[in-house]
């Protein structure tokens, strides 16, 4: 529950934020425990003082977000945890893949702003 918990209010800031989250580009993987900063634009991220939200210890994430800034899809798992949780701009489901532990990778999460096929929603 925690994860869901997590992964939520994830969602909820990066979909207001995603275009401007200036250290990170689309379709890679952030380090973990890594703070994520927002601005209107990817000056104004790169002076924010505060981060939007901090990762937790362990914790990647990937964003997918396409050109015109309207549709993103995000991902995160524990590099100890067997599921990868993500979701679509488009979608209220929140789903996951299983696979072994370790760093989260780009091979089952795709580039596009969708989750993928054959993952199962919670």
Avoid: C, Q, R
Wanted: charged share 10%; aromatic share 10%.
């Amino acid at each position: 529950m925690k994860k869901i918990i997590a992964l939520t209010a994830l969602i909820v800031i990066s979909a207001s934020s995603y275009a401007a989250a200036g250290a990170l580009a689309t379709n890679t993987v952030s380090n973990a425990g890594t703070a994520i900063y927002g601005g209107a634009d990817a000056t104004g991220a790169g002076a924010a003082s505060s981060p939007l939200f901090k990762l937790s210890t362990g914790v990647s994430t990937i964003i997918n977000f396409d050109a015109a800034g309207v549709g993103y899809a995000v991902f995160t798992k524990h590099v100890k945890g067997t599921k990868v949780f993500g979701t679509a701009y488009d979608s209220t489901a929140i789903s996951y893949f299983t696979e072994a532990p370790g760093t989260l990778t780009t091979t089952n999460t795709g580039s596009a702003t969708a989750v993928p096929s054959g993952w199962t929603s919670m």
